[in-house]
């Protein structure tokens, strides 16, 4: 753009400064959420105590069209609050964008000491050449549309720190990821 300005016409120019643009928005949540996973990699130990119920009822106003089933899970649950969100809204924006514009359900409950998180959607599922990869840094299958490839190592960084972890299971007709993470008060 710089050596080519004066022979290049307005809509060319237009046309570059957008793309640049766009590569520095992509470079900005590139940049965010590397330091988002550095942080949670990095933090002290939680003093935090969140009230389960009232996070996800918070959470359900920002996803109408997800459906929250909260089945008697613990009460609160020590953690950072910016961590829960983060693995929580990485979840659910994965199973939006994956599902096929199929409902997306979110089930919250107890499993022994931990809370449990089930985020199911109703996509065609993960391909198994794509599995082994999930959780690595960078690896996305949407990099067209933004995608950096860290939503998934968040998730995982977020249940290690809260001495939990996160599993999925996939078919054709869908994907589940659990995320239990310990709820100690």
């Known amino acids: 753009l710089r050596d080519q300005w004066e022979g290049m016409t307005d809509a060319q120019r237009r046309q570059f400064a957008d793309n640049i643009d766009a590569e520095a928005e992509r470079m900005q949540r590139l940049v965010m959420r590397l330091l988002q996973l550095a942080q949670i990699e990095n933090a002290p130990e939680p003093t935090e105590s969140i009230g389960v119920a009232d996070f ?76 082994p990869r999930l959780f690595q840094r960078f690896f996305t299958t949407q990099r067209d549309r933004g995608g950096t490839g860290l939503g998934l190592a968040i998730v995982r960084a977020v249940a290690e720190r809260h001495g939990g972890e996160v599993t999925f299971s996939t078919s054709p007709q869908g994907t589940t990821f659990v995320l239990l993470l310990a709820s100690r008060v």
């Open 56 to 131: 996800f009822s918070a959470l359900r106003s920002r996803y109408p069209g997800v459906d929250f089933v909260i089945q008697n899970p613990p009460a609160k649950i020590v953690i950072s609050g910016e961590h829960l969100r983060s693995a929580v809204v990485n979840l659910v924006e994965n199973a939006l964008r994956h599902g096929e514009g199929k409902p997306v359900t979110v089930r919250v409950s107890s499993d022994q000491d931990r809370l449990r998180i089930e985020v199911e959607d109703h996509g065609s599922g993960i391909s198994p050449a794509n599995q």
